[in-house]
């Protein structure tokens, strides 16, 4: 079993900066592929980043450029820093992690962090 903690989502003026975090528990953190996903009121919810446990990146289009995954295995978390905020990035956003095993696929999430891009 996997328990996702997020943090250091907030309020933040367009164009300003955030770094959110997301500890997990356990010890198989090197072997979980990690994303970050926001939702926003009445929207899905969508994938906004993730990285391979080869540290291999991706992105959704509209981020490119303005946000950064990466993660520290020595300290099981996974980063998402976020510059160049808009109002559009408003959303509660949600760690995830992913397993895949011969026995199956694993799923696991946050509670979900609060990020809100307003003047």
């Known amino acids: 079993q996997v328990q996702l903690v997020e943090s250091g989502g907030g309020l933040v003026q367009p164009g300003g900066s955030l770094r959110l975090s997301c500890v997990a528990s356990?010890?198989?953190?090197?072997?979980?592929?990690m994303g970050w996903y926001r939702q926003a009121p009445g929207k899905e919810r969508e994938l906004v980043a993730g990285?391979?446990?080869?540290?291999?990146?991706n992105y959704v289009d509209s981020v490119k450029g303005r946000f950064a995954i990466s993660r520290d295995n020595a300290k099981k978390a996974v980063y998402l820093q976020m510059n160049s905020l808009k109002p559009e990035d408003t959303a509660v956003y949600y760690c995830?992690?992913?397993?895949?095993?011969?026995?199956?696929?694993?799923?696991?999430w946050g509670q979900g962090t609060q990020v809100t891009v307003s003047s």
């Open positions: 995830n992690a992913v397993r895949k095993a011969v026995t199956g696929t694993s799923n696991y």
């Open positions: 356990g010890s198989i953190f090197s072997l979980l592929a």
């Open positions: 990285i391979t446990t080869g540290g291999s990146t």
